[in-house]
């Protein structure tokens, strides 16, 4: 093949063979040397791409997309934000990514290098785990990436763009917490009373910890978006329940929850009626990072910050504010 210009399609098709070198990296819980990428070479002749991919077809490089992967979830979640990662797996993978940052192979040692500058700003999951595995390494050790590691803690979180996602509540007169709605346009007239709240945030600033049936929620090593106290005076959290074909909603859990234990009324096809029906899990709202790195990040606009009921800077609004807009 002709050795053509390095041009912008070849980029695009790079971007597509990086969410394929991610599926294909997480087949292996442990065994990442039978992964083969002769076909690619084969269709990718070009010089400089063929460069690229020496770097990108490394093994700290499949590690690092086998956590991207993790982070993406099944096609089937309906998710718009990414996962957080099993913990058990994480460290596995962080271990075997922190092993190369001592190779005595330039190409390894520098390529599990730079992974472990993205992975401390993914999330503070990924920081924590890779934290913990480069203890034990001498490139752990050293002022190079002592320096790192406090000046890498929170990516741009602000983008233009991005997702922003919008939760309600309606409390009772004391205010507890009596449920968590989907807003419409219904709203701008019967919702702004006494008793209603909006969150606004931006998706960069979240992921969502999946729970599955037969596993139950536990706040423990999460910083989860609170949702308010229930009328038992419980606090509950702000989360998302799957149906499968019936599609989501959202909801509130609290501690120790079970999707078994959720009955919630979800519309049938026509979108007429709605039976109570029990979820096949639900995804609890996360922050991505510390509440304090988002104090830190001078780009965030923090909505709400003066509201009640907060996660860090996050805080609900009384709905009633539209009236005064």
Same mark, same amino acid.
């Given at each position: 093949m002709e050795d053509r210009p390095f041009e912008e399609d070849h980029a695009i098709?790079?971007?597509?063979?990086?969410?394929?070198?991610?599926? #294909?990296?997480?087949?292996?819980?442990?065994?990442?040397?039978?992964?083969k990428w002769d076909h690619v070479w084969d269709s990718y002749p070009h010089s400089v791409l063929r460069t690229l991919f020496a770097r990108l077809f490394s093994t700290p490089n499949v590690i690092f997309y086998r956590i991207l992967h993790? #982070?993406?979830?099944?096609?089937?979640?309906?998710?718009?934000?990414?996962?957080? @990662?099993q913990s058990e797996k994480l460290r596995r993978l962080s271990q075997k990514l922190a092993f190369f940052t001592d190779s005595e192979d330039q190409l390894l040692s520098s390529r599990a290098r730079? &992974?472990?500058?993205?992975?401390?700003?993914?999330?503070?999951? &990924?920081?924590?785990a890779i934290l913990r595995a480069l203890s034990t390494t001498? +490139?752990?050790?050293?002022?190079?990436?002592? #320096?790192?590691?406090?000046? #890498?803690?929170?990516?741009?979180?602000?983008?233009?763009?991005?997702?922003?996602?919008?939760?309600?509540?309606? &409390?009772?007169?004391?205010?507890?917490?009596?449920?968590?709605?989907?807003?419409?346009?219904s709203c701008d007239r019967d919702c702004t009373g006494k008793g209603n709240y909006d969150l606004k945030l931006d998706a960069d600033v979240l992921l969502q910890l999946r729970v599955q049936r037969g596993e139950a929620f536990?706040? @423990?090593?999460?910083?989860?978006?609170?949702?308010?106290?229930?009328?038992?005076?419980?606090?509950?959290?702000?989360?998302?329940?799957?149906?499968?074909?019936?599609?989501?909603?959202?909801c509130a859990v609290t501690e120790g929850m079970k999707p078994e234990n959720l009955r919630l009324a979800v519309s049938d096809s026509d979108?007429?009626?709605?039976?109570?029906?029990?979820?096949?899990?639900?995804? @609890?709202?996360?922050?991505?990072?510390?509440?304090?790195? +988002?104090?830190?990040?001078?780009?965030?606009?923090?909505?709400?910050?003066?509201?009640?009921?907060?996660?860090?800077?996050f805080a609900w609004r009384p709905l009633a504010?539209?009236?005064?807009a």
């Open positions: 098709w790079t971007v597509a063979l990086l969410r394929s070198f991610a599926r #294909q990296g997480s087949t292996a819980d442990d065994d990442l040397s039978y992964i993790e #982070q993406m979830g099944d096609k089937d979640s309906l998710s718009v934000l990414p996962w957080v @990662v730079n &992974c472990v500058t993205s992975l401390l700003v993914i999330d503070f999951y &990924c920081r924590a001498r +490139y752990g050790r050293t002022p190079e990436f002592a #320096q790192l590691a406090e000046s #890498q803690q929170v990516r741009n979180i602000r983008r233009i763009g991005t997702l922003v996602l919008m939760f309600y509540r309606h &409390c009772d007169a004391n205010g507890k917490l009596i449920h968590i709605y989907n807003y419409d346009f536990s706040s @423990v090593g999460h910083y989860p978006i609170v949702a308010g106290r229930t009328v038992n005076g419980e606090l509950a959290y702000v989360a998302e329940a799957f149906f499968g074909l019936y599609g989501k909603r959202f979108s007429k009626t709605h039976r109570m029906r029990v979820p096949k899990s639900f995804s @609890v709202y996360v922050l991505r990072y510390e509440p304090s790195a +988002y104090a830190r990040n001078g780009d965030l606009d923090v909505y709400g910050s003066e509201g009640l009921d907060s996660t860090g800077p504010w539209r009236q005064k």
